[in-house]
Each structure stands twice: as C-alpha cells, then as structure tokens.
C-alpha cells in the first residue's frame, strides 16, 4: 500500500480523523530485557519540548502528570514492533511449523516514510520474535518503497513472496523474492528475483495505482493467478494475471472484478470461504462447487475494508457477486472502526482462514514522534461465512485465550433501566470479556428508519451512550476513569422494521481521553442476526489492551477496533461497567471476564 502524504490539498482536511489514519515465545530474561530498554528509550524522549505552538510532552513524574508517550499506551499482546511507524501486515503465511507476519515498516522513524518489509515469526501467533528485516529498498524497480504484497506457497518447498516496488520514475511494479535458504527454519533471508519487475503498469493502467499483489491460487488449467489492485478508467479494479512458472504473467482480457464508483483498490484479498466454523479452504485445492468467493478490497478515503461475497466464475475466470451493488459505501465492512489493509491467509496447520488487520494511532504525528512509535496489528482473526452464506463471521484465534487468567463470573443479572455494574477484573486495561445479553421485550423496540442505512456512524454519535431509547444503549463501558469522566462505550441499540429487527452496534469514544489533540469518533453499523427473534439473545465479546478495544458483536457478525488513550491509564486505574441506559430491562445471562497476561511480541532472535 502507497500513502500519498505529499498531497496537502487532498488530505489536510484529514489530519485529525483521517491522516492519523493514513499516518516463539522467548526466555523471560532477554525479554525483561527489551522493555528495560524501551523503556529508557521512551524516557529519553521526556525531554522533547516543541515550542511551535503543539504541546510539551513531559515523562510523568508524579501521580498529576501525564504523557503521551507513557508506556501505558504500548499494548501487552497486540502486535507491534519495540519502535518505529508500521502499516499494512503483508505475505503471513504457515510454513514447516513456523508462521511468519511480514509488515510495512519505516526503520528510520515513527511517521511513515522509507517503507521496508519487516519479518517476525511464531509458533503460536500470539508470542513472536524479531528478525532482520525480509525486503530493503536496494534495486531499481524499489528503490523507493518496499510496498505490500503477499506470500504463495507453490509447493511443499517453495515460499515465494509478490511485492509492489516503487521504481525511479515513481511508477509501481509487481516484483518477486524467493528464500536464500530453505533449509532456515525462519527463512531470515530473501533474495529478489532476476526477472524483476515480473509486472509493469502498461496500457490503460495507472502507473502510480497499480500495487499490492494478492496470494497466488491456481486454477483448473494448471495456471497461477493473482490480482492486482488498481485504478481502471479512473475506478477501482482487480487486474487479474495468469502465469505457468510464477514469473511470466499476462493480463487477462476482463479484470477480475471492478466497479464504477470508488477510485484505487489497494490491498485486494480473494479467497473461498467455508460455511464450517473456523474452517478455511486452500484456494488453490479444488472446489466442490458450492463454495463462495470473498472479494475484499481497501479504499483509500474513507479508510475502510470493504469486501463482497458471490462465486468465482473459473470459466470466465471473472468474480460474480451474488448482490450486485455499485456504491462501495453500502457493501459489508471487515470492521467498522480503525482497521485497514487486511490480509489473510490459508492456515494449513489448522484448516483454517486467517485475517490480519492494521491498526492505526488517533493520535497525531508530533505525538507519535513523541513516543517513538505508531501503529499495531489487530489481533489475527479466523473468518467463515454465516449460515445464510450473506456475511462474513470473525473471531478471535483461539490461541489468544491461552493469555486468560483469574476468570470473574457473574451470571443471571438484571440490568434495569439506568443500571451499572461494576465487573471487577483483576486488571481492566488488560482484559477479555464474553456477555450474553438476553432480551425479553424486543416488542417494544422504537420503529427503524430506512434513512439511517447511510450513515450508521452518525445514528451512533446523535444516539449516542446518553440518548436513552427504548431497547438500548445496552453494552460496556470500558477503561473508564474513577469519576466516568473518561470511558470508552460499546453498546447496541435495537430497532423495529415490520417483521424484522435491526441491531445497531456502536463503539463511542468521544468520552475516551481527556486528552486534547486526539481523534475521538464514533464507529458503527448494522448488524443483520438471523436468530434474533427465535433466541432473544446478543453476545459480545470486547479485548482490552491499553489504547486498543476491539469488540465482536453478535458471534463476530459486527467487528469495532478503537483507539484510545485515556489519561487514567497514566493517572490511576481503570474499571470495567455492564449497563443499560435503555428504558426496557435487558438481563445478562453470562458474563466472563479474564485479566490477560503479557505476551512475549517482537523480542529480538539470538
């Protein structure tokens, strides 16, 4: 993925919302060892005073300072490198017993700039370790960006990765690099192709919208393809190319999938996906014939993951969406929050799809030079279709859980109109919570307005935590202060239309930080529960893990990544509510809620 950061005409209106956007388990000595050193780094920058009108950023010294650039803010088991600016994750991919996560990464600094591929590894996903970077800016057809791509597995011995290089004249071209050593088990070397640029932008392309290569599948014929992201005609496209060896590549006669209403796709993702729970299909092993496609694609403003369900065409060798709809603003979103550039991949270990997702800073940038770092990874997510085969399902995988400890429960509670229960977690700024939320009066609930299918963002920022509506706000309220003037709100609202109801789930974080300068928005969407009627039931499921929440609505139908920094994780403690502000009773049958213990990230390999 490209960040165009020169253009001030098209992106000052963004800096604050939009820009910030844009901007093996290891011994426990070696790893005390890195947050010793993180954290004297950090101190160092406590002297950093910027005098041109932005704030100063003083380390805090006592209980009544606070900081920015606190280690308070860093997260204990998300992803994310001991320094520096990250972005897209790119190529993961399950190799002899190893998972590997290559991201965006600038080596020189916390803003984004001279973009390399960083290279971590895991035998868990959960705990990692550090290597050299994979992919440097050293040729021609590179020199000025290392950007996204992905990684194909062509046989039992052969990783290959497929990256976007920026070249001298500024043009973007699909490029190759192989292992230098198979017998590595970390493959901590990679050589580039001599045949690179394997692609170049020509004839109706756009030569500075033309990147981010997808994993290779083949099909029936025997041939490889991939996709590329693209601008066609001044609008979004999928270029599909068609190989034998993996080196040389021919465009096909239609893209695989385009649409008129949106400009360059980046980071586009294509995959089968299984009905199975937790099961995913390797794209390149034949199909059954009744399996679906997932088109997902990236788009630049207004910063989401888009994607479209329907069924690959081998023939044509073209994507048919099963609901053909042209405005990009009303197809289904990975996730409704500050989540982007996701890439996912085949889990041979396990059978399953997994999906990886960048995260970025509501900060600004001066902040993050501040602290010296910017941008995580979501927490990897394994992806299926629901039972109606309409919509994506995403969860958590299950070896985050292997972090729980000192579970609390609290079962068969009434939370009447007005109530707040305190649930008392060992740690609240580091914690995993699952609730059922049973509803007994769905009946009741205020009449939907077709209107709202626009803007569900704006119906979670003027029906905000304090609009009290019939059914709802019901939810959490998490790393919330001692006195409530800081919270972050995860809540649902419920609404009647004719015979159906509609589940609006929001994340509100203008009441997150105290903090000036931040980005505090609201996130939401609608959710479609197909069993809402005959169960009377919600779930959600919310990670806490310092300046992220991610929450998972409805069984992981309705995804919500936020980023906040209240200034009580600096100050104080924070605390963890279930409420209902709604008038009509709402009741949790279970609640669990687990404190997370630290995992062992990006530690530096021996």
């Known amino acids: ?63 009544k300072v606070s900081s920015i650039v606190s280690k ?49 590894v895991s035998t868990d996903l959960v705990n990692w ?39 001298t004249e500024n043009q973007q071209v699909q490029n190759m690099a192989v292992p230098k050593n198979h017998s590595d088990p970390f493959l901590r070397e990679w050589i580039k192709s001599d045949h690179n640029p394997l692609i170049r932008p020509i004839g109706d392309l756009n030569p500075r919208q033309f990147r981010d290569p ?66 995913g299909l390797d794209p390149s092993a034949p199909g059954s014939g009744k399996e679906k496609h997932v088109l997902k694609m990236s788009i630049e403003v207004p910063g989401k993951d888009f994607y479209i369900i329907g069924r690959y065409d081998e ?42 997702g960048w995260s970025d800073e509501c900060d600004n940038s001066t902040d993050d030079v501040a602290k010296g770092w910017a941008g995580i990874q979501a927490i990897p997510r394994s992806v299926w279709l629901d039972g109606t085969g309409n919509q994506l399902i995403q969860w958590p995988v299950e070896e985050i859980e292997s ?51 626009a803007d569900p963002e704006g119906l979670c920022g003027t029906q905000n935590v304090s609009w009290r509506g019939v059914i709802g706000p019901f939810g959490l309220l998490v790393l919330a202060s001692d006195t409530l003037d800081e919270f972050t709100a995860l809540f649902f609202r419920i609404y009647r239309d004719q015979n159906k109801y509609m589940v609006l789930m929001c994340s509100d974080t203008t009441r997150s930080s105290l903090r000036e300068g931040m980005d505090k928005p609201t996130y939401g969407g609608f959710l479609d529960i197909p069993h809402l009627v005959r169960k009377r039931k919600l779930s959600l499921r919310t990670l806490i893990d310092h300046s992220v929440v991610e929450s998972f609505g409805g069984g992981g139908l309705g995804c919500i990544t936020s980023r906040v920094y209240p200034m009580a994780l600096v100050n104080g403690s924070t605390h963890i509510y279930a409420f209902n502000y709604g008038s009509a009773p709402v009741s949790m049958t279970n609640l669990t809620a687990w404190s997370m213990r630290k995992a062992s990230v990006n530690q530096k390999s021996s």
Not at 139 to 166: E, H, M, R
Not at 226 to 251: M, P, Q, T
């Open 315 to 356: 023939e044509k060798d073209i994507f048919v969406p099963d609901n053909e709809i042209d405005d990009y603003w009303m197809w289904p979103r990975l996730d409704f929050g500050r989540y982007y550039a996701s890439k996912s991949f085949y889990d041979s270990n396990k059978g399953r799809r997994i999906l990886w």
């Open 214 to 279: 997808t994993t290779g599948w083949l099909g029936p014929d025997g041939l490889w393809r991939i996709a590329v992201g693209a601008e066609l005609n001044g609008h979004g496209a999928a270029i599909l190319y068609k190989s034998e060896d993996f080196v040389h590549w021919n465009r096909t006669e239609k893209p695989l999938h385009y649409t008129n209403s949106s400009h360059v796709w980046e980071c586009p993702d294509f995959y089968p996906v299984s009905y199975e729970r937790n099961r």
């Open 72 to 120: 308070q803010y860093r997260t204990a088991f998300h992803f994310q490198p001991p320094q520096n600016w990250i972005n897209d994750p790119n190529g993961p991919m399950y190799f002899n017993g190893v998972y590997h996560l290559f991201y965006q990464y600038n080596p020189n600094g916390s803003r984004w700039g001279d973009i390399i591929w960083a290279h971590s």
């Open 129 to 167: 370790i550090r290597l050299e970077p994979a992919l440097s800016r050293t040729a021609p057809f590179d020199i000025k960006g290392c950007w996204s791509g992905s990684a194909t597995i062509l046989s039992v011995n052969q990783p290959v990765i497929l990256y976007t290089g920026a070249n």
């Open 1 to 63: 993925m490209y960040k165009f950061w020169s253009n001030q005409k098209v992106f000052s209106s963004y800096t604050s919302s939009f820009l910030g956007f844009m901007a093996l388990r290891s011994p426990f000595w070696l790893h005390c060892s890195i947050i010793v050193q993180l954290y004297v780094s950090l101190y160092c920058f406590s002297s950093l005073i910027c005098t041109n009108g932005q704030r100063i950023f003083l380390y805090p010294q006592s209980d």
């Open 403 to 453: 972090l729980r400890t000192n579970a609390v429960y609290v079962q068969d509670t009434g939370l009447k109109s007005g109530f707040r229960l305190e649930v008392n977690v060992t740690d609240a700024s580091q914690a995993d919570l699952e609730v059922d939320f049973s509803l007994p009066n769905l009946e009741d609930a205020e009449s939907f307005n077709s209107s709202w299918l």
